[in-house]
């Protein structure tokens, strides 16, 4: 059984710039969640896609937008990147039935 | 709307001692319950869940969790703490009348145990 996977690792950008991050999916999962966690916090959560289409969000701005595909992998685009999106960024999938979400190491996202 | 408090930023334990991690929610329909685990620059670790049934429930590496609905608590106990059980705790909460599963996590509880 393969885990979640989330790549890059790390990212630098500067402010104003737009940035693209992805996760795949734990095997058998076809629900992604987002949560952005900033230095400090407990994980805040950004949106869930299931079956392609997003499935609730938190309070981001639309600049934060996401695609989940049809192998149940997941993009998380931010568009006009502020300093306070500096955070680590997981990615969680699960099965939609009221099961755990397992969660990827994350993307640390440095915005300068 | 959905919340959780984890009222100590900081819990030392003598390592052999039992340790607890306080945790209170609040919900508007019945709670789903999770503990995770967070080690440096690491994602989340899945402990242990509540979603219904017996109110204790026992999780991984020897963790256990009891729900009290009374008081709307949720406390993260191990009988003997390990050096190796230093981390950082979330527990995290989903309402059952929510059509996602958008969890709401606390601010953590650093946990260190002592030599």
């Known amino acids: 059984e393969t885990g979640v996977t989330q790549s890059p690792t790390h990212l630098i950008k500067t402010r104003g710039q737009q940035v693209t991050l992805r996760c795949s999916s734990q095997?058998?999962?076809?629900?992604v969640s987002w949560y952005q966690q900033a230095l400090g916090q407990g994980p805040q959560f950004i949106f869930q896609?299931?079956?392609?289409?997003?499935?609730g969000r938190g309070n981001f701005p639309p600049r934060f937008s996401g695609l989940q595909f049809p192998n149940y992998s997941s993009e998380l685009n931010v568009n006009a990147l502020e300093l306070d999106d500096s955070a680590l960024y997981l990615c969680?999938?699960?099965?939609?039935?009221?099961?755990?979400?397992?969660f990827g190491p994350g993307t640390r996202l440095t915005v300068t | 709307a959905q919340s959780v408090a984890q009222p100590e930023d900081q819990v030392n334990v003598a390592e052999g001692n039992p340790l607890t991690v306080k945790c209170t929610y609040s919900?508007?329909?019945?709670?789903?319950l999770f503990w995770y685990v967070q080690y440096p620059n690491r994602g989340l670790q899945f402990l242990l869940k509540?979603?219904?049934?017996?109110?204790l429930v026992k999780g991984s590496y020897g963790f256990e969790a009891e729900f009290n609905k009374s008081q709307t608590s949720f406390h993260l106990k191990k009988p003997s703490a390990l050096v190796s059980d230093s981390a950082l705790y979330f527990c995290?909460?989903?309402?059952?009348?929510?059509?996602?599963?958008?969890?709401?996590f606390g601010t953590g509880t650093r946990l260190t145990i002592i030599p």
């Open positions: 969680a999938s699960s099965f939609l039935a009221g099961g755990e979400q397992y």
């Open positions: 095997s058998g999962h076809n629900t």
């Open positions: 896609y299931y079956r392609e289409e997003e499935n």
């Open positions: 919900v508007s329909g019945n709670p789903y």
């Open positions: 509540y979603i219904t049934g017996d109110n």
């Open positions: 995290a909460v989903r309402d059952e009348n929510f059509g996602n599963e958008k969890l709401t």
